[in-house]
């Protein structure tokens, strides 16, 4: 699912990582570790297509990570997840069901099922960070994708709702789904990992490149 190849990506004056050849398999859960500034963040904004890398090659699906039918196919939970303030958390999952030409009751059920349901009128920008993070979890899992890039995606979660997405991650696992987070093995997160790849151990740096 995910290739790379020499790859290198630079901040300023800091190499976050360099030479870095990783495999990451179709139907794979894995979790990207090591100590702040690594890069682990980084990475997954390359593998988004999102991060321009200073040298070597990345391939998602076989394509370039910016391609179109890569973007299709790929879901992407940043920290924080990039909402839109000025929307009700209903009008942000409209937005998503048209992009994606999904049911809009769809997501409006899942995002009720994480405890969203009194948030619907409520404007993105007045929601709490544990309450932003479900509701992008809600939209970046809106198309069914194949590959899931997740960010610190239990950080600010209650108890529930952080059992609710690990259920959602290990069931859409069984049906294929790939996986790449970055987590600070929080609730739930060590029954999803296939293999942890230590960026700290394969590039070890300094600077600010989380």
């Not at 990451?24 to 321009?52: D, Q, Y």
């Not at 039918?69 to 909402?83: D, I, T, Y």
């Not at 769809?106 to 309450?131: K, M, T």
Request: hydrophobic share 40%; net charge neutral.
């Amino acid at each position: 699912m995910i290739a790379t190849s020499g790859l290198s990506v630079r901040r300023g004056e800091t190499e976050l990582f360099g030479g870095l050849d990783l495999r990451i398999e179709a139907g794979e859960s894995v979790r990207l570790a090591g100590p702040n500034g690594c890069g682990k963040s980084t990475l997954l904004s390359v593998f988004a297509g999102l991060c321009t890398p200073s040298a070597g090659s990345v391939t998602v699906a076989g394509r370039d990570p910016g391609d179109r039918a890569v973007r299709a196919l790929r879901g992407f939970l940043q920290e924080p997840p990039p909402l839109y303030e000025h929307l009700t958390t209903g009008e942000q999952l409209a937005l998503v069901a048209r992009l994606w030409g999904v049911r809009r009751k769809a997501l409006l059920d899942r995002a009720g099922a994480l405890g969203l349901a009194d948030r619907r009128d409520v404007l993105v920008g007045e929601l709490s960070l544990g309450q932003r993070k479900k509701l992008g979890y809600v939209c970046a899992t809106a198309h069914a994708p194949q590959l899931l890039l997740l960010d610190e995606p239990f950080n600010a979660l209650d108890q529930a709702a952080a059992a609710s997405v690990t259920d959602d991650l290990r069931r859409r696992g069984r049906e294929g789904l790939t996986t790449v987070l970055v987590s600070h093995l929080d609730v739930g997160e060590p029954l999803l990992i296939d293999r942890t790849i230590d960026l700290g151990a394969l590039a070890p740096t300094t600077g600010d490149g989380e």
